[in-house]
């Protein structure tokens, strides 16, 4: 049964509050209304769309916890955060990041949407990628939305940090990664006497 316009945009609020990092088509599916409506309801409402409500989450609770890099340089936009242990990003394909020819997402962009997450996780402002384990499970495609996770996995015997990152679209692996991070110098010491 279809709700009113005050009922439905009530629901879509409070939707929004519980799930705030859902996209205007989950939203039309789930009220069955066009996105435009969707669009409209929002503005209405003054919520904004999808990327600026990342953003604005992102901003707030990480921009100063992130050490090793910029957040504007992290590929990917961060929705989940705990230094040294887990982290999670999105990634929209768009039109930008794939061949033109058939649609399909260039590999060097799932790349770098785990690597600079890898790099994120860690709670230290020197951490560089040393070396990496990659594989690629599935294509992907224009229009899909790639969730990488990344968790905090413990030292190599060289005293590096590995950091495993898995992607997904729609709970499908299409992406696996063992990360070897080099941290700095400092805290490398301090590391290596803790193992001892």
Same mark, same amino acid.
């Given at each position: #049964? /279809?709700?009113?316009k005050t009922e439905r945009q009530q629901l879509l609020k409070d939707t929004i509050e519980k799930t705030p990092f859902i996209t205007d088509e989950a939203l039309a599916d789930k009220f069955m209304v066009s996105i435009q409506t969707i669009r409209l309801d929002r503005l209405e409402l003054s919520i $904004? &769309? !999808?990327r600026e409500r990342i953003k604005s989450v992102a901003t707030n609770q990480w921009n100063e916890t992130v050490?090793? !890099? $910029?957040l504007e340089e992290v590929f990917g936009e961060i929705i989940d955060l705990e230094l040294d242990k887990r982290a999670i990003s %999105? !990634?929209?394909?768009? +039109?930008?990041l794939v061949f033109s020819r058939n649609k399909i997402? /260039? =590999?060097h962009h799932l790349f770098a949407q785990a690597n600079s997450l890898a790099v +994120?996780? %860690?709670n230290d402002e020197l951490a560089l990628t040393a070396n990496t384990e990659l594989k690629f499970t599935r294509q992907v495609k224009q229009g899909e939305r790639v969730v990488a996770k990344a968790t905090v996995e413990g030292k190599d015997e060289k005293g590096l940090t590995i950091v495993n990152v898995q992607s997904f679209v729609d709970n499908e692996k299409v992406f696996? =990664? @063992? *990360? @070897? #991070? *080099?941290q700095s110098? &400092?805290?490398g010491e301090k590391n290596n006497e803790n193992s001892y």
């Open positions: #049964m /279809r709700k009113t $904004p &769309e !999808l050490k090793a !890099l $910029p %999105i !990634l929209d394909i768009d +039109a930008d997402a /260039r =590999g +994120a996780v %860690i696996a =990664g @063992h *990360f @070897h #991070m *080099f110098n &400092e805290k």
